[in-house]
């Protein structure tokens, strides 16, 4: 697959969201057209004002379109792209997918079928692992037949337990089991989530680790077999195993784990002659032990914290390095510098066990100012629609130390404004004032262990006060008081002085 | 009565409830501006809309806000910075002839209803079925994750008001149960 | 002054628009509470809502508010602020604003009102210049008294002269004078702009140098004598004597050249004993050949492309000086990375003179992304005013390269919408896609010669077929096409059946 | 006639400016598609409105623009990614009756008026003054620029509608010009 170095002269953008958003704009930057696709649902959807060219690929239900190989192929062809960047999620981790592009000359822009299929990467990874004294977590890589086979696997590992989707990642098709009798329910959502997510119903079993951290370590890797890790990154504030909050560099990380991390990632990458972008992930302990986790042959949602500690945009590396340009940095000369943080901002309640929350946008304000980047694709009267993540923008601030990072975010969080719909900027406004997160003292279990979800007073900055004169405001100015036989509304100004018989 | 005139000014009272916190405020307008006593604090306001947003600048004893408020379920939810509140205002009418909880108790039977938009993925109980609290009776799919409807309390259902496929809105009745 | 340092509590910053939210996000950040002052035509300026407190201080005409020096200091004294940030322009520059602050135990951020009124660093910076082979641009200091005395020392300097307001900056207040004959017209709209821009009608006149680039180095110096410098910015691409693009490092400075003139420009502030941020301008000939120009004793509007090659935030490093705190930063540890540029957006109309352009923002999209800034405070639905700088937002960018910057500026450009008002987005648009400032050919006098107003095909990107689709549809679709004796209105559509007695 | 009916489908015919160029466009809709001819060029166009911005999302045989569009002075301004463009949009009506330039021509009197909106600096004239083309009438400031506002043409000061300090609108007639 060695191609003279030539960037590509136009692209297609398998993905949605602000992720197509990224990509495309990292393909304008470069001076490569830009093919988007689009489903039912998207036709107003943002990513295609951010595209060159645009593609109806089928009915809104990701497996009819985000995830519908053939069409997303023929687009590719009939429009002419030399290659398909699949962001993250939906195919970017499908092997048949990758495959397909490769049969027909298309480059795909990841580290190739085989790579992903084989999952040699995976494999060496905990190869490597175990000479390093990183232990892989006890847990069995073969899918599931049925609920037996699940609960035997459990005994033998001990509970607590976590059922993963194979072709997974990003927390669906994910359930953690503490006793036998849940199992059944656990299984049955983990695999429709599996089967919803990614086309494919397969789910494992592993121990599950309690109140761990989660780190991981970013690489890239030419075709020529030069590679670099970038650092890593932590991501344990989640919900439904679900990233929310990540960061770079990790408070729990000294230089001496990170080089051990970053080398052993390297050393796995080598082993299985992995290229492009990737990202080993690994669980640190209570005690301090880390385990290798999963490898995640792709871009990830929290690209944007190791860009802004070294300078290097990601998402450029991976089309530069699939066009077949050798890599133009080497380690020593990657020193991430200050601290970086992103908020994911998802159209979910948090007062409300982080349901999703549909609805037209009525109103949008982004934060903006020093060292403050919005990755994002909604515009205000837009509609979220309800058959996608519901990932509708992340805010991202960089400062020389973590406290600098966190003060701007909270800043930038307080300026941010998303009125229609619930989102998740009051429990990342709580998380970034709370001491413990402020600290450092935190794992997975954080949300379960401190967040309640209804903020008392003292995380409150706002007097309640002015909640109140806000209220009455609006209520006595209110123009929404239908007269009956009258042809417009009337004020309650007005009113009152009706009822008061005052003219 | 809501209002009252007092030496040539119009005032309104409303009685007040944010976050478990009941208060009564008194508010009054002169030349643009409000007087605002919240219990026995006074506070002066100028107000201004925001155009096209339909957002609040307030500035309260020379404090600075910029609040937006949404009607929901009889309440108002107020965003300011980030910090969402949400508050209920009675006059004096509505204060008088409120009696506790008057809806929605001794009824008869139950409705479990769509917590947010979705599609349903499966109906896991049937008509004539017993079921008791908590029992998931609907699972309801959005933006990828599947959600569990439980029973909120125990009975028989009535009456199943969806079926798979179905594409549903949020507070969407899903299910009755006769909690007989 | 020697206090310890501590943090001040509370500041007022004595400004508007983007530099008043610019200096309140900093306070912000910094936990320091923010007090902001507003005429009565900016009630609803954004820069209420970026604030903690908010004081009116009079009518719109700034002479009568934000350079209202007796009200300013009256409220920071009201709301019990210990420091006051002029921003830029208004009162940035006048020693007897620093005065009255001091006089009345406000701190205020800056250098100080002898520093300010005795030009010190100005003075030192001639001497320290002529000894170091920079020279000095012939030139009076003295304001001028009248016309003739402005024709004499023209005649003695030789055309091109140039007269520039005494207490200035910005452009305003400045005239290039070719001739005698156009001396009358220029001196007194010259005059007259002073006064209404600083409240002070002062003038002088020097030597003009036709072509020049203009370059700038910023430096920081806290109260104990250490002081460093930032790297240079080149802000050549000007109207009217006034910046539209900077940017950080100049295509026309290398690693000698840049020592040369940070440790020049330092030498003329540690012989003045200077403190806080401040800004040596020097221009460069066609020849090659550095002049000293300026001094600027306060924080330059485009001050942001330094802090994206350097990591530092430079109105925190001002409020921290103030406050008393050594300087944290080391010559040796400023390494400027990368390259940063920055446009103006200005409600000017670029393709008639650059005319202001007053009006509501009807509709309103920033840019965002990957490494783009935006300084802003106009929002959707604002009415910009008449009163004050037509200044509405400045845009960012940074690379690895110059060309990743402009590649990335270029893009953001494109993303940004602003309606309802004229804007200088699409002469930048024109400028970053032009060879010349591609190649880092230009000049002061770069717009004189290149720019027309009226982008051709070749700068285009968009087809004109596309425009005329847009109309074609627009004018179909228009439902304002009121019909006589009807209550509401018709579409084209309608209209047109019933002409062909359709219907 | 603007438009006529094709095989039942309705197509309308504009003629076109646009940066001095001259075109020929034929509009037709179909199941919410439209079908447009410039000069011999055709194109698929898919439209859709963004909600709030009164924006248009265009996707024209595929590619993709966003446009506003808004009217000044009998012209349509459009602008897409930044760039901006001047159309106008004659019907055939309005084409075989326009005459060239028919407008403003032969007049008496000039107005000189306002090119944006500002503060009236100071009145460089007086009525029934000779003035010659470029004479500076009035000076406007406006966001603190100083901007000169010249006669057009060579006249007698016939009026002067403004003085110092008025507050003028963009358009708005400071002096007018006898051009006898």
Redesign the interface.
């Known amino acids: 697959m060695k191609r003279k170095p030539e960037l590509f002269k136009k692209v297609l953008v398998a993905n949605r969201g602000e992720i197509a958003v990224r990509v495309s704009r990292a393909l304008k930057e470069m001076g490569i057209e830009c093919v988007c696709v689009y489903s039912e649902a998207d036709r107003l959807s943002s990513h295609i004002a951010f595209a060159d060219e645009a593609y109806s690929i089928g009915p809104a239900p990701?497996t009819q379109s985000y995830l519908n190989i053939e069409r997303i192929i023929e687009t590719a062809k009939k429009s002419g792209c030399q290659a398909v960047h699949p962001g993250y999620g939906f195919l970017a981790e499908s092997h048949e997918f990758a495959r397909a592009c490769e049969d027909q000359g298309i480059v795909f822009i990841g580290p190739g079928s085989k790579s992903i299929e084989q999952m040699g990467f995976k494999t060496q990874a905990r190869k490597i692992m175990k000479g390093s004294g990183v232990p892989v977590i006890p847990g069995g890589e073969e899918p599931l037949s049925d609920e037996a086979e699940a609960i035997t696997l459990a005994e033998k590992f001990g509970y607590p337990v976590i059922i993963k989707a194979s072709a997974g990642g990003g927390g669906?098709g994910m359930r953690i089991v503490r006793a036998a009798g849940e199992m059944k329910?656990a299984f049955k959502?983990a695999r429709?989530?599996a089967e919803?997510?990614f086309g494919n119903p397969a789910i494992y079993i592993e121990k599950y680790i309690d109140r761990p951290r989660h780190i991981e370590v970013q690489i890239l890797a030419d075709n020529y077999g030069s590679m670099v890790y970038l650092g890593e990154r932590e991501c344990s504030i989640q919900r439904?195993y679900q990233k929310l909050i990540e960061e770079s560099p990790s408070p729990a990380i000294d230089a001496k784990k990170r080089k051990l991390l970053g080398e052993t990632a390297l050393k796995a990458a080598e082993a299985a002659g992995y290229r492009n972008a990737g990202t080993v992930e690994f669980i640190l302990d209570q005690s301090g032990r880390f385990y290798f986790l999963e490898v995640n042959t792709r871009l990830q949602v929290e690209h944007p914290v190791t860009e802004l500690t070294t300078g290097i945009d990601l998402v450029k590396e991976q089309i530069r390095i699939a066009s077949g340009f050798p890599l133009g940095i080497k380690q020593k000369d990657i020193k991430p510098e200050g601290s970086a943080i992103e908020c994911r901002i998802y159209?979910e309640d948090p007062?409300?066990d982080f349901?999703?929350?549909?609805?037209k946008i009525?109103?949008l304000?982004n934060p903006a100012g020093p060292w403050v980047r919005m990755e994002n694709y909604v515009y205000e009267g837009y509609d979220v629609p309800?058959?996608?993540?519901?990932l509708i923008a992340k805010l991202i601030t960089w400062g020389q130390t973590r406290p600098e990072a966190l003060a701007r975010m909270s800043r930038a969080?307080?300026e941010?404004?998303i009125?229609g719909i619930e989102t998740t900027?009051?429990f990342h406004?709580w998380v970034i004032r709370d001491e413990n997160f402020r600290k450092g003292d935190f794992s997975t279990s954080y949300i379960d262990e401190h967040y309640t979800g209804k903020?008392t007073?003292e995380h409150?900055?706002?007097p309640?006060?002015?909640?109140?004169?806000?209220?009455?405001?609006?209520?006595?100015e209110s123009t929404a008081v239908p007269k009956k036989g009258s042809t417009g509304t009337t004020n309650?100004?007005k009113d009152?002085?009706r009822?008061?018989g005052?003219s | 009565?809501?209002?009252?005139?007092k030496k040539g000014r119009?005032v309104?009272i409303?009685y007040?409830s944010?976050?478990g916190?009941d208060?009564k405020?008194k508010?009054e307008?002169k030349n643009d501006m409000?007087t605002?006593e919240?219990d026995d604090?006074s506070?002066v306001?100028?107000?201004?809309h925001?155009?096209?947003?339909?957002?609040?600048?307030?500035?309260?004893d020379?404090?600075?806000?910029?609040?937006?408020?949404?009607r929901s379920d009889g309440a108002?939810l107020?965003?300011?910075?980030?910090?969402?509140?949400e508050?209920t205002?009675k006059d004096e009418l509505e204060y008088r002839s409120a009696s506790p909880s008057a809806r929605h108790t001794g009824l008869e039977s139950e409705e479990i209803r769509a917590?947010?938009?979705?599609?349903v993925?499966?109906v896991e109980v049937e008509e004539g079925q017993r079921v008791s609290a908590g029992t998931?009776a609907v699972?309801v799919?959005?933006?990828?994750?599947?959600?569990?409807i439980s029973a909120p309390a125990g009975g028989t259902v009535k009456q199943i008001l969806v079926r798979e496929g179905d594409?549903v809105d949020?507070r969407q009745v899903l299910v009755v149960i006769d909690r007989g």
């Open positions: 990701a669906k329910s959502t429709n989530e919803s997510a439904r159209a007062s409300n349901l999703p929350s549909l609805g009525s109103r304000r309800v058959y996608y993540d519901p969080l307080e941010y404004v009125e900027i009051p406004i903020p007073d409150r900055k706002v309640s006060d002015v909640a109140l004169i806000a209220a009455a405001i609006n209520r006595v309650r100004w009152t002085s009822r008061e005052v | 009565m809501e209002g009252y005139v119009r309104v409303y007040a944010i976050n916190r208060a405020i508010i307008k409000y605002i919240i604090r506070y306001v100028d107000r201004q925001l155009e096209g947003s339909g957002a609040l600048s307030l500035v309260v020379n404090k600075c806000y910029e609040a937006s408020v949404t108002l107020v965003c300011i910075s980030g910090e969402k509140f508050v205002l917590p947010m938009p979705g599609v993925v499966c998931a699972i799919e959005a933006m990828k994750m599947q959600n569990e594409v949020s």
